[in-house]
């Protein structure tokens, strides 16, 4: 698993009634480590490599001895497995933000709210809210991908276009790519989008999921959300974008070959452009997300990670003073940003971010990826989102193929949702 694709992994979850109280009332944590005074060592699991920042930690703090293992198959799988045999498990853990809540139903991860009460204000509200759920922290947030516009500036220069700043100027950019290039599409309506899809909800002030005393609120067809549906159906009938899949050979050639001329993707997509679409280097730009109200600057993310410490480890000190240094010191900001973009404040502030790149035609990409604004909407995963994601890419594979609209598919998916999270035995109002 990269954070150049994040995808969502299935699972089971926990007995419906235990996941419905480990949800809502959160594991236990413990302070007390039990291997005492004198060296300890706690074990890292993750799939980003780690290994540059731990050999630092290890060389800068002698007591605690971290050991990453880089997991890069299977990973929840065998989270699940370790966990559940009390044997090999690891102390800390990556997580990505979709998956959080499920994983903390599985009771694999350990409430540490105490423990990272004075780490909140290193990180922008929206980010630290991904670590949150029912007012429980289960982690600190190591790295946020950033929802951006790549776009062709060679091809908007020569038609005299600028970086849309709304979605209604990004419609009429893609008319007038569309009249200078008809054979090209301004991008892709992915099936395989559920996560890009829900970061444009999220940029529309949606609010899919939220709790409220017991049970779950679930409303992935809320107004916000029905107004991007709206537009994307738009965007397909008016030819301006061509059903693809991102991720995939067809894709990737239609960014290199000029059948895409924008993507909206995350600040750690840059890395897929570069390898994919090397002969245009100096023709790509970043802008920021268009919005939906003109002067708006909220940021929304797609992808990134958290690391948290397991249920089952007995090091919860040391296992929370290693990953406070690791998503908030800048030494280590240093040294994770040649693989993720950081997550924090101090992270997002250091110089290797304000680099110009050549290319995205001598831009500092940094820039745009870690920009600030006014404050992003609230956001929560939902406890199932392997399954809404799954509901998701069908339903945008069936408006591909025009055998629906998005929507009345956003309609579907928000029943086949509801109905889901009632089979897992969990409460929903």
């Given at each position: ?5 994040i995808?969502?992994r299935s699972?089971g979850?926990?007995?419906?009634a235990?996941a419905?109280t480990?949800?809502?009332t ?6 007390s480590?039990?291997?005492g ?9 993750g ?10 930690w ?5 007591d605690?001895?971290?050991?990453f293992?880089a997991?890069t ?5 065998k989270?699940?497995?370790a966990?559940?045999?009390k044997?090999g498990?690891?102390d800390i ?9 499920s ?10 709210t105490?423990?990272s009460a004075?780490?909140?204000p290193?990180?922008k509200?929206a980010?630290w809210?991904?670590?949150?759920v029912n007012?429980k ?5 190591q ?5 951006v516009l790549?776009y062709r500036?060679?091809?908007f220069?020569e038609a005299g276009?600028?970086?849309p700043k709304?979605?209604?100027?990004y ?5 007038k790519?569309k009249?200078?290039?008809?054979k090209?599409y301004?991008?892709a309506?992915?099936a ?5 899809l ?7 002030k ?5 709790t ?7 409303d992935l067809?809320?107004q916000?959300t029905?107004k991007?549906?709206e537009?994307?159906q738009k965007?397909?009938?008016?030819g301006?974008?061509?059903?693809d ?14 059948t895409?001329?924008t993507?909206?993707?995350p600040?750690?997509?840059?890395a897929a452009?570069?390898?994919?679409a090397?002969d245009?280097?100096g ?12 002067g708006?600057t909220?940021?929304?993310y797609?992808?990134?990670s958290l690391?948290?410490l ?7 000190d ?13 030494e280590s900001a240093?040294?994770?940003?040649a693989?993720?973009l ?9 110089p ?14 940094g ?6 604004g006014t404050e ?5 995963w ?5 399954d ?7 339903a945008m594979q069936?408006v ?5 609209t998005l ?8 029943g ?7 089979r897992k ?5």
């Amino acid at each position: 698993m990269s954070h150049t694709a994040i995808r969502l992994r299935s699972r089971g979850l926990a007995a419906a009634a235990a996941a419905l109280t480990l949800v809502l009332t959160g594991c236990s944590s413990g302070s007390s480590d039990s291997a005492g005074s004198g060296k300890q060592t706690i074990v890292f699991w993750g799939w980003s490599d780690m290994s540059k920042p731990v050999a630092l930690w290890n060389k800068t703090h002698p007591d605690i001895h971290v050991k990453f293992q880089a997991i890069t198959s299977n990973f929840y799988p065998k989270l699940q497995a370790a966990i559940t045999g009390k044997d090999g498990a690891p102390d800390i853990t990556q997580v990505d933000y979709p998956n959080l809540t499920s994983t903390i139903i599985a009771g694999d991860l350990k409430d540490i709210t105490a423990e990272s009460a004075d780490l909140k204000p290193h990180f922008k509200p929206a980010v630290w809210d991904q670590v949150v759920v029912n007012d429980k922290v289960y982690g600190v947030p190591q790295d946020i991908g950033t929802q951006v516009l790549y776009y062709r500036s060679d091809v908007f220069k020569e038609a005299g276009l600028t970086a849309p700043k709304t979605w209604d100027e990004y419609m009429a950019v893609a008319a007038k790519l569309k009249k200078a290039h008809p054979k090209a599409y301004t991008t892709a309506f992915p099936a395989n989008g559920g996560a890009w899809l829900a970061s444009l909800a999220w940029n529309a002030k949606a609010r899919w999921f939220g709790t409220d005393k017991d049970a779950w609120k679930v409303d992935l067809d809320d107004q916000p959300t029905l107004k991007v549906a709206e537009y994307w159906q738009k965007m397909l009938d008016k030819g301006y974008a061509k059903g693809d899949q991102h991720w995939q050979p067809t894709w990737f050639k239609g960014l290199a070959k000029g059948t895409y001329l924008t993507w909206i993707g995350p600040a750690w997509g840059g890395a897929a452009l570069k390898e994919n679409a090397p002969d245009l280097s100096g023709k790509w730009a970043v802008a920021p997300l268009p919005q939906w109200t003109k002067g708006d600057t909220a940021p929304v993310y797609w992808g990134g990670s958290l690391t948290a410490l397991t249920s089952v480890t007995d090091k919860t000190d040391a296992a929370v003073k290693f990953i406070s240094w690791l998503n908030t010191s800048k030494e280590s900001a240093k040294l994770l940003v040649a693989d993720v973009l950081p997550a924090s404040d101090i992270g997002q502030g250091i110089p290797e971010l304000t680099k110009p790149d050549p290319y995205f035609g001598g831009q500092v990409p940094g820039e745009v990826f870690t920009v600030r604004g006014t404050e992003s909407t609230p956001w929560t995963w939902g406890p199932t989102m392997t399954d809404t994601t799954n509901y998701l890419n069908d339903a945008m594979q069936s408006v591909i193929n025009k055998s629906t609209t998005l929507p009345d598919a956003m309609k579907k998916v928000d029943g086949e949702t509801k109905s889901q999270l009632k089979r897992k035995g969990l409460s929903v109002r």
